[in-house]
């Protein structure tokens, strides 16, 4: 008579097998080697590589005065002003049409949470005095 394995059995055997397969993958995947479309590939022709990639990271809305990041249960943005700044930052939130929608003046460490935006997107700009020293846009959806 067949032995049978039993469920519990063959489901861990299944989990192991993928995360063996995931972390046995993850040099492969770590090569920066650039892909190329063999369909594009004709016989004696070079091929241009793309050295630049264009990326949207979140870690751009973050730079050296604000830290800017969403709440995505309230659907709110938070505005965190960094502690290295000594003056006091003026942020400034435009809409697309170029119309001031929020200011508020931020002292280091200051925290500004902004609600009650309606959906789209929206243009922000910080100011240490007259110089500005960040800028960049964030989304409400």
Do not use: W
Request: with cysteine.
């Amino acid at each position: 008579m067949k032995q049978q394995v039993p469920k519990n059995h063959l489901k861990l055997i299944m989990a192991v097998s993928v995360c063996t397969g995931l972390i046995l993958s993850q040099p492969a995947l770590a090569e920066s080697k650039p892909y190329i479309s063999l369909g594009e590939y004709k016989a004696g022709e070079k091929i241009a590589l793309k050295k630049k990639f264009k990326t949207k990271l979140f870690s751009s809305k973050n730079n050296s005065s604000v830290k800017i990041f969403p709440d995505f249960i309230k659907r709110e943005m938070h505005v965190i002003a960094k502690d290295n700044n000594k003056e006091v930052l003026d942020f400034f939130v435009f809409d697309i049409q170029s119309t001031l929608i929020f200011h508020k003046k931020m002292k280091a460490g200051e925290h500004e949470s902004l609600k009650k935006f309606k959906v789209g997107k929206y243009i922000y700009r910080v100011f240490t005095g007259d110089e500005e020293t960040a800028a960049g846009e964030f989304e409400f959806r």
